[in-house]
């Protein structure tokens, strides 16, 4: 064999130097991760490609079987939806660290849905809000509603939208995963005119966007008026108040309440009151104002008219939370925003991390037309006749800063 030839091979003392440099250096690298970076190395290998899931949730006493569906995005973030009520059980997204929390109020099971919820997540109809006395009347006709409310009719009667299993249908496209709802509310329903075919398109897109498309027709001209009506705490459900958030809503003027919290008529304007959120500001800053309107509320919960009615998609409101760092967006093309601020959450009720939901831990933001206004012909209009199409499109946008 030619001198010239080298063999690999590798002595044992060389070895074991090898194998101790490779294990002093995970050693140091281990140590040097700061918890910043291994939050954010976690939340990289939570995500993956995105998809949608299938699990029973329960079944009413009727024998009907709720589903839940988990969607989730390129991103990791994950959204529940149930085909009861259409409710969004929870919303799983990051903070400024990387870390995934849930950030919406639920149950994490079907019985407390029907039995004590407070409309945790549910799509509302027929009429999102109240109307006064239960009454409306529409070409000379008058429909008398339940009054579920004191004197008042809320959100759709005793059994609306929210107590009613929906057909659901899952999707996947280029940028988003998505559960496509639907719901048949015949004539008569909760005293309603005309049949109602409603159609509710839930998109979780790869921007960490939940977009709800609202879509109905109308056998018999009728009033409509749907919305979300999601709980938030960006702490993450069960983690303490919402009254650090700091609050923007771009609008400059808003519907005064009575004492039973229907709308007097007017549209008055938000400067110099308690409720001007035009400037962020924290929730808890003001809410125990000696204000009328806020005593009425017990709180927020009012309806704010949007600056941007009648443009299209466009910014209604942003919340920071400070600590965490997440934000809320709301963009809608609806001419009304419903602030409410939990204030009739009273510490009874469990959650999904197993924690009691105190006064004000949780706050929402309801994109909607305004309350009552089958009563006000100064007030948008929600009559829907038939060959007409009732389109309204609602996102709930997150991020951190």
Same mark, same amino acid.
């Given at each position: 064999?030619?001198?010239?030839?080298?063999? $690999?091979?590798?002595?044992?003392?060389?070895?074991?130097?090898?194998?101790?440099?490779?294990?002093?250096?995970?050693?140091?690298?281990?140590?040097?991760t700061p918890?910043?970076?291994?939050?954010? =190395?976690?939340a990289?290998?939570?995500t %993956?490609?995105?998809?949608?899931?299938?699990?029973?949730?329960g079944?009413?006493?009727?024998?009907?079987?709720?589903?839940?569906y988990?969607?989730?995005?390129?991103?990791?973030?994950?959204?529940?939806i149930?085909t009861?009520?259409?409710i969004?059980?929870?919303?799983?997204?990051?903070?400024?660290?990387?870390?995934?929390?849930?950030?919406?109020?639920?149950?994490?099971?079907? +019985?407390?849905?029907?039995?004590?919820?407070?409309?945790?997540?549910?799509?509302?109809?027929? &009429?999102?809000n109240?109307?006064?006395?239960?009454?409306?009347t529409?070409?000379g006709?008058?429909?008398?509603?339940?009054?579920?409310? %004191?004197?008042?009719?809320?959100?759709g009667?005793?059994?609306?939208?929210?107590?009613r299993?929906?057909?659901?249908?899952p /999707?996947?496209?280029?940028?988003?995963?998505?559960?496509?709802?639907?719901y048949?509310?015949?004539a008569?329903?909760?005293?309603?005119?005309?049949?109602l075919?409603? =159609?509710?398109?839930?998109?979780?897109?790869?921007?960490?966007?939940?977009?709800?498309? &609202?879509?109905?027709? $109308?056998?018999?001209?009728?009033?409509?008026n749907?919305?979300?009506h999601?709980?938030?705490?960006?702490r993450?459900e069960?983690?303490?108040?919402?009254?650090?958030?700091?609050?923007q809503i771009?609008?400059?003027?808003?519907?005064?309440?009575?004492?039973?919290?229907?709308?007097?008529?007017?549209?008055? =304007?938000?400067?110099?009151?308690?409720l001007?959120?035009?400037?962020?500001?924290?929730?808890?800053a003001?809410?125990?104002?000696?204000n009328?309107?806020?005593?009425?509320?017990?709180?927020?919960?009012?309806?704010?008219?949007?600056?941007?009615? %009648?443009r299209?998609l466009?910014?209604?409101?942003?919340?920071?939370e400070?600590? +965490?760092?997440?934000?809320l967006?709301?963009v809608?093309?609806?001419?009304?925003?419903?602030?409410?601020?939990?204030? /009739?959450?009273?510490?009874?009720l469990?959650?999904?991390?197993?924690?009691?939901?105190?006064k004000?831990?949780? /706050?929402?933001?309801? +994109?909607q037309?305004?309350?009552?206004?089958?009563?006000?012909?100064?007030?948008?209009?929600?009559?829907?006749?038939?060959?007409?199409? &009732?389109?309204?499109?609602?996102l709930?946008?997150?991020? $951190?800063?």
């Open positions: 064999m030619p001198s010239s030839t080298r063999s $690999t091979a590798t002595s044992p003392a060389s070895a074991v130097r090898v194998v101790l440099v490779a294990v002093v250096a995970l050693a140091l690298s281990l140590v040097a918890p910043a970076a291994a939050a954010a =190395r976690d990289q290998a939570a %993956g490609r995105p998809g949608i899931t299938k699990k029973h949730f079944t009413l006493a009727g024998g009907q079987k709720v589903d839940i988990t969607l989730r995005n390129a991103r990791g973030m994950r959204v529940r149930l009861y009520g259409g969004i059980q929870s919303i799983e997204v990051p903070d400024s660290r990387g870390r995934l929390a849930n950030v919406t109020l639920g149950f994490d099971n079907l +019985s407390d849905y029907v039995k004590r919820s407070p409309y945790f997540g549910a799509i509302i109809g027929r &009429y999102a109240r109307i006064a006395k239960g009454r409306f529409l070409d006709r008058t429909y008398r509603l339940a009054t579920n409310d %004191g004197p008042n009719a809320l959100h009667g005793n059994k609306g939208f929210d107590k299993v929906w057909a659901a249908s /999707f996947q496209r280029r940028g988003g995963v998505g559960l496509v709802l639907t048949t509310s015949r008569g329903e909760e005293h309603y005119p005309g049949t075919r409603a =159609r509710v398109v839930y998109t979780l897109t790869d921007r960490n966007e939940i977009r709800m498309d &609202y879509r109905a027709t $109308t056998t018999r001209p009728t009033v409509v749907l919305t979300n999601a709980y938030f705490n960006l993450g069960g983690n303490g108040t919402i009254l650090g958030h700091r609050l771009n609008a400059s003027r808003y519907t005064p309440i009575d004492k039973t919290l229907i709308p007097t008529g007017k549209i008055a =304007r938000l400067a110099g009151t308690p001007d959120f035009r400037r962020p500001t924290a929730v808890g003001r809410v125990n104002s000696k009328q309107q806020i005593r009425y509320g017990g709180g927020y919960d009012h309806n704010y008219v949007l600056d941007s009615r %009648g299209g466009s910014l209604a409101a942003k919340v920071v400070p600590d +965490s760092g997440r934000v967006e709301v809608t093309d609806q001419p009304g925003l419903q602030f409410y601020s939990g204030n /009739f959450l009273d510490g009874t469990r959650g999904t991390g197993g924690h009691l939901y105190p004000r831990s949780g /706050f929402c933001l309801e +994109s037309h305004f309350p009552d206004s089958p009563n006000h012909a100064t007030f948008p209009s929600t009559v829907l006749r038939p060959g007409e199409v &009732y389109r309204t499109t609602t709930y946008a997150f991020s $951190t800063e």
